[in-house]
Nanobody, 122 residues
Framework: QVQLVESGGGLVQPGGSLRLSCTVSGFTVESTAIAWFRQAPGKEREGVSCISSSDGTTGYASSVKGRFTISRDNAKNTVYLQMNSLKPEDTAIYYC???????????????WGQGTQVTVSS
């Protein structure tokens, strides 16, 4: 059974950092590309970052480039999103997603986690 579980969200002040985790089961992050999306209140879900399993290539939305870093730990079957220099506009529910088939980004959005809330506020 395919499962993705996000964790690591919380309340942080502007300029702060958080590290989100996406721990998966039913497949391996070593063989499957994983993407992070986010959805802010009243806005559409938007892509944040993606990491390919084939060669480790990463991609970022322009709004987070230089501040966020995606990585994976094959041994823990987990993908991380390190978020630095957080801004109030980063406030959203963050989701990880995959199709369990693609080894390169972009991925299909067949499976989603439940999301983790990130709130950036003073």
């Amino acid at each position: 059974q395919v499962q993705l579980v996000e964790s690591g969200g919380g309340l942080v002040q502007p300029g702060g950092s958080l590290r989100l985790s996406c721990t998966v089961s039913g497949f391996t992050v070593e063989s499957t590309a994983i993407a992070w999306f986010r959805q802010a209140p009243g806005k559409e879900r938007e892509g944040v970052s993606c990491i390919s399993s084939s060669d480790g290539t990463t991609g970022y939305a322009s709004s987070v480039k230089g501040r966020f870093t995606i990585s994976r730990d094959n041994a823990k079957n987990t993908v991380y999103l390190q978020m630095n220099s957080l801004k109030p506009e980063d406030t959203a529910i963050y989701y990880c997603t995959t199709d369990t088939i693609s080894s390169s980004c972009p991925v299909g959005y067949d499976y989603w986690g439940q999301g983790t809330q990130v709130t950036v506020s003073s």
